[in-house]
């Protein structure tokens, strides 16, 4: 059974840092991609990054600020960010889609977790 469980979200203030925790069961990072979205308040959800295996991958908006990491020993994906925005404010998703390379359709991602809130203000 895919699991996926957010973590890590808050309150930030702005050009903090914050480091969101994917904890997934049910399958293994080598057959499947794990993908990182965010949606703002009446915005339409937008991808971040992702990775697969040694792969990873970043929307060219997300280059510089956010970095994907994994440690298969705890089956856990991170997504770091720092110099946070008022416009980082969101809830984050990660998602899985089986037997796929790293993209960021998140249409063809099959397996979402509840997602996590990161609201930065000061």
């Known amino acids: 059974q895919v699991q996926l469980v957010e973590s890590g979200g808050g309150l930030v203030q702005p050009g903090g840092s914050l480091t969101l925790s994917c904890a997934f069961s049910?399958?293994?990072?080598?057959?499947?991609?794990i993908g990182w979205f965010r949606q703002a308040p009446g915005k339409e959800r937008e991808g971040i990054s992702c990775i697969r295996s040694s792969d990873t991958y970043y929307a060219d908006s997300m280059k510089g600020r956010f970095t994907i990491s994994s440690d298969n020993t705890k089956n856990t994906v991170y997504l770091q960010m720092i110099s946070l925005k008022p416009e980082d404010t969101a809830v984050y998703y990660c998602?899985?889609?089986?037997?796929?390379?790293?993209?960021?359709?998140?249409?063809?991602?099959?397996?979402w977790g509840q997602g996590t809130q990161v609201t930065v203000s000061s």
């Open positions: 998602a899985a889609d089986p037997w796929s390379n790293c993209h960021l359709d998140d249409n063809e991602y099959d397996y």
């Open positions: 049910g399958f293994t990072l080598d057959f499947y991609a």
